[in-house]
């Protein structure tokens, strides 16, 4: 199985400010990678899909990037909806495997 | 605009069997390939199955393989999961969700909670 390893577990930031999450892949995974948000008490969404395309509907402060085994999920001038955990899947081979999610909190 | 609804879930003993359905609405179900994916409480997200537009295709993840069956009918735009000897490490919350056709989901139901306990 291929095991997504995502980093930070938590983290705590201002309105405002910009915030990245790494998801790293134990082999390559040829952009095979999407990102969900999840808010609390709420069903997952989709975020972003191929490692970079933009899901409808979604923001443009969102973005994500990367190759290879490594992927980041990008957040601008964080709003106060961002609150939520997000999580990567990889979906390159089964079975699909998601990263244990980070939990993102205003400072 | 799309609606996954789950139903059936609920208390279950373990080794005992339960069956959940997934009712889909404002897209051409039949397009489209299906999953399960689940989510124990305070806990992350984990695969469950897949299954073809069709039906022609299915795949598990090795801890439900010969247990759960997905299934599907595309004439009532319905989604299934047979789940049989239940045990306590199935205790989650399952979502159905729709295939975009790459492995991704694009969409998501609301979840039904599965509890298996004695």
């Known amino acids: 199985d291929i095991q997504m390893t995502q980093s930070p577990a938590s983290l705590s930031a201002s309105l405002g400010e910009t915030v990245t999450i790494e998801c790293r892949a134990s082999?390559?995974?040829?952009?095979?990678l999407a990102w969900y948000q999840q808010k609390p008490g709420k069903s997952p969404q989709l975020l972003i899909y191929?490692?970079?395309s933009l899901h409808t509907g979604v923001p443009s402060r969102f973005s994500g990037s990367g190759s290879g085994t490594q992927y980041s999920l990008k957040i601008n001038s964080l709003q106060s909806e961002d609150v939520a955990s997000y999580f990567c899947?990889?979906?390159?081979?089964?079975?699909?495997?998601f990263g244990a999610g980070t939990k993102l909190e205003l400072k | 605009e799309v609606q996954l609804v789950e139903s059936g879930g609920g208390l279950v003993q373990p080794g005992r069997s339960m069956k959940l359905s997934c009712a889909a609405s404002g897209f051409t179900f039949s397009n489209y390939g299906m999953a399960w994916v689940r989510q124990a409480p305070t806990k992350g997200l984990e695969w469950v199955a897949t299954i073809s537009y069709d039906g022609s295709s299915t795949y598990y993840r090795d801890s439900v393989k010969g247990r759960f069956t997905i299934s599907r009918d595309n004439a009532k735009s319905t989604l299934y999961l047979q789940m049989n000897s239940l045990r306590s490490e199935d205790t989650a919350t399952y979502y159905c969700?729709?295939?975009?056709?790459?492995?991704?989901?694009?969409?998501w139901g609301q979840g039904v909670m599965v509890t298996v306990s004695s």
């Open positions: 969700t729709r295939d975009r056709g790459y492995g991704f989901f694009d969409y």
């Open positions: 082999e390559d995974i040829y952009n095979g």
């Open positions: 899947q990889q979906y390159y081979d089964y079975p699909y495997t």
């Open positions: 191929n490692a970079n």
